[in-house]
């Protein structure tokens, strides 16, 4: 965990202007910050010393000087890469992954990518040719956003540092904002700031000639061509073999364990695999039947010997960490899950952890989330349209939208069917389901799932690990026939039959509880007065208040369930008063 900045070709930078970048994402690196004038780039760093703590300062170059990278995340075959390297004659002067990637730009240039299992967001920078790479990991579990600037381009690993920049003006994307209240997030590259784009997972922008290439593609999710069945064993090898390498790190780790079946799995391949003293974990404790699988965690936690610690969560909790929550999710998200994510970081924090390894990945590729399963359940593979699927996903109606909003924002919000239509199109041609995962995989994962692990860990120093994201486990369930992925109404079936192998059946194939907050029921209690204010604050004229305390009260007597979009109410009011206070 590390943040990058910088800002390339620019006319009129300082080394002070992007100083006062990292300043604002220093927290996702406390152990050091360095930041570097290199002709037409200026590139910063924040590191949390993961990996080599007393080598690996950033901005980093190569031995004879002329090659610089600002690198976030972690390259997991870093050691093998090295060694390849030195049979080359190439010199290192630490032991840590960051240098690897200098000396396999000068091997290979932009290909070296095809050789990298990790994680990252990283800028090369070489001072020879005056050329460059701004990357991004296949699956964008590392953020990397980017925008045109002063002539030139600036990049972050978060929106708040090219924000802090003095000559970027801040304005909302009312037509990105507009998709929050179908999507529940804001569907990347867009953001809901004007000018900032997401650089998609996947790709690279090439820098030569004093200009930016636009992201090309080297990496995309095998879901058409050859099917491909999996044995158990080599999902199980597979997995090994990720842990194996995501094991490598110089600081204290453990583990968040849910008691679902993903993180279980996980504890039960990591466990013979841990070489430091017993494993710690995390679990959630939510009172609210159906919101909580703690008394599975503590089963599995038993059974593997894992020294299992209960997060409780109360609705006090809410109001507590809800600025702080928006501040670092940077985009509305009406996703509460964001709370969980942060408090359990917390957690690990107080305990002096740096690595946290968790269960993240196979939901979003085998069609596993709960809204997944009820709608396929009772249809065939093919007797449903993408446009139904969207209206089961979308969190507010066209009806809703015409109470609540005013007529000047309600036009933003007007197109999100064709967004969803956009982003599936270059699927059309598999079959629903796979058109689904598709969604799921390319916009949903980097857009709000990946988004909670990262920003909420990063608050805090938290590293996630998941073993699931090695792109060769997630490329082996991908190309899974729709069969093992979606069977008899049931989700990761594949995963789910293999989870047979270390717990009873009744534990995998029991109904799935997604992690969230009842925060349903929460505002019509001991949160009301909190929902109350929060929808009353300004939002430059984009709502309709008197409606939405009326929706509230609605709510609150039982007459409607408006919890869908009163999430995503909530959290947008926060984000317009953290970001655009009036």
Aim: glycine letters at 8%; one cysteine or more.
């Amino acid at each position: 965990m590390c943040g990058i900045v910088g800002v390339v070709n620019a006319k009129s930078v300082t080394k002070d202007d992007v100083w006062k970048m990292i300043d604002c994402i220093k927290y996702r690196g406390v152990d050091e910050q360095g930041v570097e004038q290199l002709g037409r780039a200026v590139l910063g760093h924040a590191r949390l010393a993961v990996v080599d703590p007393e080598n690996g300062m950033q901005p980093m170059c190569s031995t004879d000087g002329k090659v610089w990278v600002v690198f976030n995340g972690e390259i997991f075959n870093f050691i093998e890469l090295r060694e390849q390297l030195k049979a080359k004659g190439y010199k290192f002067k630490s032991r840590c992954d960051t240098e690897v990637l200098v000396h396999l730009w000068v091997e290979k240039g932009e290909k070296m990518l095809d050789d990298l299992v990790g994680m990252f967001a990283f800028f090369i920078w070489d001072q020879r040719t005056e050329t460059g790479m701004l990357a991004r990991d296949r699956q964008g579990i590392k953020p990397c956003f980017y925008a045109e600037y002063d002539g030139g381009l600036a990049f972050a690993s978060e929106m708040k540092a090219i924000l802090a920049l003095p000559k970027f003006e801040r304005k909302v994307n009312d037509a990105a904002l507009g998709h929050v209240f179908s999507f529940n997030y804001c569907p990347p590259p867009e953001t809901c700031f004007e000018g900032i784009r997401h650089l998609p997972p996947g790709t690279f922008m090439r820098y030569g000639n004093g200009r930016f290439s636009e992201p090309q593609r080297y990496w995309e999710w095998p879901l058409s061509g050859e099917r491909v069945d999996a044995s158990q064993e080599e999902l199980e090898r597979a997995i090994d073999e990720a842990i194996k390498l995501q094991m490598r790190f110089d600081v204290d780790g453990g583990l968040f364990l849910s008691g679902g079946v993903d993180s279980s799995v996980i504890a039960s391949r990591l466990v013979p695999q841990w070489n430091r003293p017993q494993l710690d974990a995390i679990g959630l404790r939510i009172e609210d039947m159906g919101f909580s699988e703690f008394t599975y965690a503590q089963r599995v936690a038993s059974e593997l010997n894992i020294n299992l610690t209960a997060l409780d969560i109360t609705p006090a909790n809410i109001p507590e960490i809800a600025q702080s929550v928006v501040r670092h999710a940077e985009q509305p998200h009406g996703d509460f899950s964001f709370f969980l994510f942060y408090l359990l970081s917390r957690q690990a924090h107080k305990q002096g952890k740096i690595v946290m390894f968790t269960g993240d990945g196979p939901d979003e590729v085998m069609l596993g989330f709960r809204h997944n399963e009820h709608f396929f359940a009772g249809m065939t593979r093919a007797n449903f349209s993408m446009r139904s699927y969207f209206d089961l996903i979308s969190y507010t109606t066209e009806k809703d939208r015409q109470r609540i909003m005013s007529p000047a924002f309600l036009p933003h919000t007007q197109r999100a069917m064709d967004k969803f239509l956009d982003i599936v199109q270059p699927f059309a041609d598999l079959e629903p389901m796979e058109q689904v995962a598709a969604y799921e995989l390319n916009s949903l994962m980097p857009g709000n799932n990946s988004v909670k692990g990262d920003r909420m860990g990063a608050c805090f120093s938290i590293e996630g690990r998941a073993p699931f994201l090695d792109h060769r486990v997630s490329e082996m369930f991908a190309k899974l026939p729709i069969t093992s992925k979606f069977q008899n109404g049931i989700g990761k079936h594949f995963l789910k039959e293999a989870a047979t192998r270390y717990f009873d059946h009744d534990f995998v194939f029991r109904p799935k509880t997604m992690p969230t907050l009842p925060i349903g029921e929460w505002i019509k209690g001991p949160l009301f007065q909190w929902a109350r204010d929060v929808l009353a604050l300004p939002d430059g004229g984009r709502f309709d208040n008197n409606e939405l305390q009326v929706m509230l009260e609605e709510h609150r007597s039982g007459l409607h369930n408006h919890t869908r979009q009163l999430r995503t109410l909530l959290m947008t009011k926060l984000w317009l008063q953290e970001f655009f206070p009036q």
